[in-house]
């Protein structure tokens, strides 16, 4: 085990993600103390303000941080123009009890703006909690009843595994993103965002444990001819004690590894609902209902910053892609290994 | 005669194997054990000794099926038992100790967990107080510090330490009877001595049954008091030990006397 996680540290790229993936899910726990904003604070005369940067120079003198102020003009087309007034400056406080701010009336867009004024990095980070959390509760869940579901099958065989595996083969026939609007379609539309938030969950789990229990179930079949299956039945040992005690332990190194690997479609999941206005409601933030704002072409060219959450998710599927593919390395011991 | 166990015309057979029809296992085997005696159950590979061991716990392969008999224990019928009844039965009546403890140990527990959970199987108890049954377990067959056996792994111990926990696990919920399937096959000589002492020691301490299955007459005559000796699923001699040694009936005893020398 320690050999493991040894070689595990080992692959710099997986060490990479597991540093981005920790400062993403410290920053969505910590959303209250490192957003500049709240998820929901609104400056309607800022709409689509492009992203500041907070100065330290001004007039040819090193002053403390500060940004400038914006006056918003219009072009011709009666699209909204953001000019920086230098004559205006509103100083950067820190702890207040937000890590920064500026001081009123001014804000700092670091990421930019969104529709409504609000602060697109706030709402990246708040929006984290909903985006990043939906594929660990929902990976639990449907581990769990994949992991079952596949032991079960896999341990008693013959008409049982039949029953389990056809259920199964239903779930993962019909074409994901469809069953995932269906299921949506038939949850209640009054919920709130709590209920929301775990309607997706569920509905996520339950298209994604299929796939976990086939495989799970194919080598529960080679398990339970060991001898320590006999045995534990020799000592009288339920079936189900022996399922989840002697047979899914020995699974772990297959399914810990399938775990990561699925989490980012949890993830993509999620922003998938959201963007077309069926997962999380406006204002509370996640990654794709952020994205919603970004459909139109016209927004896209004169905010291009809209896009920011899109480069969120991307990174965390990519790290959790990374991290899964680096643990199955390490716990295949088919895989040769160069030392 | 108090018979722990009597087992009358059991039959096992293979249904389907292949065109020439249902196939037999064992066919009519009987016999009996008394309590604290040893049987031995002798023959050599694919004689059925360890079908016939798995039928008496009522754990034949999903291939096989009981054609006829009765196994009768401590003035119970088994063969009619509910699943339920049979895993109540199984580990605190009759128990099974295996020819290779090492792959009989789950590799991922340790082996004080795994004697902790088979008490808790059987008993509700706390798990402390499982876990120190556990430990008294690994101390009646005689290993001297059952702390440092119950917090180690299969893989860790030696052959003679993994069989003595593994007859341990069998004990932990005090059984009356024990099958040992070719309990000593695995072990050197000394260890294998050991092991046989062992068996002596627990029938005389815990007034133990034993039924020792294996292919070695010398075993059989260091430790039983009767012996079955079975060829392809038939008993072809049973009765003392002591007579079979010195006047064999059948041919085919003779030649497991002759090949042991």
């Known amino acids: 085990m320690k050999k493991m996680t040894g070689l595990f540290f080992k692959n710099k790229w997986a060490l990479a993600a597991l540093w981005a ?11 209250d103390f490192v957003a500049p904003y709240s998820f929901k604070d609104e400056a309607r005369d800022l709409s689509y303000c492009p992203p500041t940067a907070i100065q330290v120079v001004h007039d040819g003198k090193l002053r403390s941080p500060f940004v400038y102020g914006r006056k918003l003009t ?153 001898d320590y299956v006999l045995a534990a039945k020799t000592f009288g040992l339920s079936d189900l004690q022996i399922i989840v005690r002697h047979i899914l332990p020995h699974t772990v190194s297959y399914s810990i590894a399938a775990v990561m690997l699925s989490i980012p479609g949890y993830i993509l999941g999620e922003s998938a609902l959201s963007l077309i206005g069926l997962g999380i409601q406006d204002p509370y933030a996640s990654w794709g209902n952020m994205l919603s704002d970004a459909m139109s072409i016209v927004r896209i060219k004169f905010a291009p910053w809209i896009l920011w959450p899109a480069f969120f998710i991307f990174v965390s599927v990519v790290c959790f892609n990374v991290i899964g593919d680096a643990l199955r390395d390490v716990l295949d011991p088919m895989i040769k290994r160069d030392t | 005669m108090n018979n722990l166990l009597e087992v009358q015309g059991l039959s096992v057979s293979l249904p389907q194997s292949g065109v020439a029809g249902a196939r037999s296992v064992l066919s009519n085997v009987s016999f009996a054990v008394s309590r604290g005696a040893v049987l031995g159950i002798v023959g050599g590979s694919g004689s059925g000794k360890t079908t016939l061991g798995l039928a008496l716990l009522g754990l034949l392969p999903s291939v096989m099926v009981l054609a006829g008999g009765q196994v009768i224990f401590d003035g119970r019928e088994l063969t009619k038992l509910s699943p339920e009844e049979w ?87 005090r059984p009356a009877l024990l099958i040992a399937d070719e309990p000593t096959s695995s072990l050197d000589v000394n260890t294998q001595e050991k092991i046989l002492e062992l068996f002596q020691e627990l029938r005389r301490s815990l007034g133990l049954s034993i039924i020792i299955i294996t292919h070695d007459l010398g075993v059989v005559r260091r430790t039983a008091d009767e012996v079955v000796v079975l060829c392809r699923g038939v008993v072809v001699e049973q009765g003392k030990v002591a007579q079979m040694m010195s006047a064999p009936r059948a041919d085919y005893t003779r030649l497991l006397l002759e090949a042991e020398g």
Not at chain 1, 126 to 131: D, E, L, N, Q, W
Not at chain 2, 90 to 119: H, K, L, N
Not at chain 2, 130 to 157: H, M, Q, T
């Open chain 1, 21 to 31: 993936l920790g400062v993403l899910y410290a920053g969505a726990l910590l959303a």
């Open chain 2, 87 to 173: 895993r109540a039965l199984r580990g605190a009546g009759i128990s099974m100790a295996f020819q290779e403890p090492m792959s009989a140990f789950d590799p991922v527990m340790t082996i004080g967990a795994q004697i902790q959970e088979t008490v808790l199987a059987h008993e509700k108890i706390s798990s402390a107080a499982a876990r120190e049954r556990a430990l008294e377990a690994l101390r009646l067959s005689g290993l001297a510090d059952p702390v440092r056996i119950a917090a180690a792994y299969a893989f860790e111990l030696s052959g003679g330490l993994r069989q003595r926990a593994m007859i341990a696990q069998a004990l932990a919920c």
């Open chain 1, 74 to 226: 219009f072009n011709e087309y009666r699209q909204r123009i953001y000019v920086t007034d230098q004559t205006v400056l509103y100083a950067v406080k820190f702890f207040t009890p937000r890590l920064f701010t500026v001081e009123a009336p001014g804000r700092v867009y670091l990421l930019g703006a969104d529709s409504r004024g609000r602060d697109i990095l706030s709402r990246i980070i708040y929006g984290a909690r909903v985006s990043l959390t939906i594929g660990l509760i929902g990976v639990l869940i449907s581990f769990a009843l994949g992991l079952l579901v596949g032991g079960i099958a896999g341990y008693y065989g013959g008409r049982v595994d039949n029953v389990l595996m056809r259920l199964c083969e239903v779930l993962m026939m019909a074409p994901g993103f469809y069953l995932l609007l269906a299921l949506r379609a038939a949850v209640p539309d009054n919920f709130n965002s709590v209920q929301v938030y775990f309607s997706i969950v569920i509905i996520l789990s339950v298209i994604g444990w299929a796939g976990l229990a086939r495989v799970v179930r194919g080598m529960c079949l080679s398990l339970r001819e060991r």
